[in-house]
Structures are given as C-alpha cells and as structure tokens.
C-alpha cells in the first residue's frame, strides 16, 4: 500500500499559478507511475497528468498542455504538478494517484489503473 497526501491547493485569480505536491509514503519502491486528476462539481474524475517513475515519460490532457508541468523527485518521493495561466475551468478537486503496475501510456489515463489515491485538494480560478 503507498499512502498519498496532497498540497498546494487554494485560490487564485485566472492568469495565476499554482504548485501541487504529492508525497508518497509506504511501499514507494513499488510505485511504477504518479498522476494527477481532477474532479469539478457535477463532473467524472478526468485525468491531468502523470509520470513515469522510472524514465520520467510525462503525459498530459490536451487541455492542460503547455499551461501544467509534471516533475517527480524520486529520493523524496515526491511529485509535483506546476499550474501556470489558471483558467475557471481548472476548478476541481485535484487528485494524486499512484499505480503499482505497468501500463501503457493511453492506460495511464484511465482511473482505473490506478491503485492509490490522496485525500484530494481544492483548487479554485476566480475570474
């Protein structure tokens, strides 16, 4: 089991950014993949983004690409979500995820392949 705890939410105005973190704790050495989804009010858990453990491979939704950056730091199990140019519709609950098993890089971004979650933490873009 890998335990999740998020950080870094909050409020900021659209055009603002925002720096997730996501600590993992637990049986880190198992970990194959990190990732970041996001559930708004009244809509299913989509996914943002995530990271390869081992090789860093980075993939994003299309519509958080060239605004987030995802990075990982492995010694302190660590991954971070960089939101930049914040939009009203960012506005979710944002979640951090692990997987424990490989999967392609379309698996990646299902929900499904995920095996661990954080508590979640409110982002909210105020125009």
């Known amino acids: 089991q890998v335990q999740l705890v998020e950080s870094g939410g909050g409020s900021v105005q659209a055009g603002g950014s925002l720096r997730l973190s996501c600590a993992g704790s637990?049986?880190?050495?198992?970990?194959?993949?990190m990732g970041w989804f996001r559930q708004a009010p009244g809509k299913e858990r989509e996914f943002v983004s995530c990271v390869r453990w081992g090789l860093g491979t980075t993939f994003y939704a299309d519509s958080v690409k060239g605004r987030f950056i995802i990075s990982r730091d492995n010694d302190k199990n660590t991954v971070y979500l960089q939101m930049s140019n914040l939009r009203d519709e960012d506005t979710a609950v944002y979640y951090c995820a692990a997987t424990t098993a490989y999967y392609t890089g379309s698996d990646l971004r299902r929900a499904t392949s995920y095996d661990n979650w954080g508590q979640g933490t409110q982002v909210t873009v105020s125009s």
């Open positions: 637990g049986r880190t050495s198992t970990v194959k993949a």
